[in-house]
């Protein structure tokens, strides 16, 4: 791989972010919202729980840790998308760009902008509520680390999904990561979810991230067995969500890429 080939492509999907307003509205103005919303809605809930004094904690760092992921997928899809939209990927291909480069300027781009959206948030948590999420220490490195591996293996199995189908399937760029919400566990136990739910949940990485999260704001204390088993299931997803977005492009070269749209 070429570092200026990279760099290229890291440039192009950043201009795409200076010029358009949906995205600075993705990173900025949804962020905001669901801060002012959940937030509002964890204090009035506070209200009928003397000794809950930690819910608006819980629940914002829920809401900020969630948009490690979603930036992660995010990122890789829709500029997957942009290519597709503007019929550009033959262009690009037919430089010497190779495969492998792309990838890795997808990811660059979504761990650039994760930082950029997660900072705006918990300044904002900060400035609205006085919350200060950077006292969890450093369980946040490994947690954010974490978090965005499960961004990509998200975003990597959808791209691939869309190379195969196309852009008749683009909601899944936005819709897909948000079926893991309810398994993940971001705001509550996972004890109160169904049995076969609990099934689900143990399969998730992020489900353990979720609980180590609470398990930091209640006692301080963080079970590292949780954290492994994150990273493990991270990286087994990782190896095969590469291995089908390969698939996918393979199989797209096949057919010429002028006919993926």
Same mark, same amino acid.
């Given at each position: 791989?070429?570092?200026?080939r990279i760099y290229g492509m890291i440039l192009r999907y950043m201009y795409y972010f200076k010029h358009s307003f949906d995205r600075i509205s993705?990173? %900025?103005?949804?962020?905001?919202?669901?801060?002012?919303m959940w937030g509002l809605t964890s204090v009035y809930a506070k209200s009928f729980m003397p000794q809950g004094s930690q819910i608006i904690l819980v629940i914002l760092s829920g809401i900020i840790f969630w948009i490690i992921i979603w930036r992660g997928? @995010?990122?890789?899809?829709?500029n997957l998308l942009e290519e597709l939209w503007?019929?550009?990927?033959?262009?690009? %291909?037919?430089s010497p760009l190779k495969f492998s480069e792309w990838v890795v300027s997808f990811i660059i781009v979504g761990v650039i902008k994760a930082i950029i959206s997660f900072t705006f948030a918990v300044f904002m948590a900060f400035l609205l509520y006085k919350i200060k999420v950077f006292e969890l220490g450093f369980y946040v490195i490994p947690f954010i680390i974490s978090l965005l591996l499960t961004g990509w293996c998200v975003g990597f199995f959808v791209a691939g999904i869309i190379l195969r189908f196309g852009s008749k399937l683009q909601t899944l760029a936005w819709s897909f990561v948000w079926?893991?919400?309810? %398994?993940?566990? +971001? @705001? @509550?136990?996972?004890?109160?979810?169904p049995e076969w739910a609990q099934i689900v949940s143990s399969a998730l990485p992020?489900? @353990?991230? %979720?609980?180590?999260?609470?398990?930091? +704001?209640?006692s301080g204390r963080l079970d590292y067995s949780k954290l492994m088993m994150s990273f493990a299931l991270n990286s087994v997803y990782l190896i095969f969500s590469l291995a089908f977005l390969k698939a996918s492009f393979a199989k797209v070269l096949e057919k010429g890429l002028v006919k993926v749209y």
């Open positions: 791989m070429k570092n200026h993705d990173t %900025f103005y949804w962020p905001t919202l669901d801060l002012v997928q @995010y990122e890789i899809t829709v503007n019929r550009n990927l033959v262009n690009i %291909f037919s079926v893991l919400g309810p %398994f993940s566990a +971001i @705001y @509550y136990p996972v004890s109160l979810l992020t489900s @353990y991230i %979720f609980e180590g999260l609470r398990e930091v +704001i209640y």
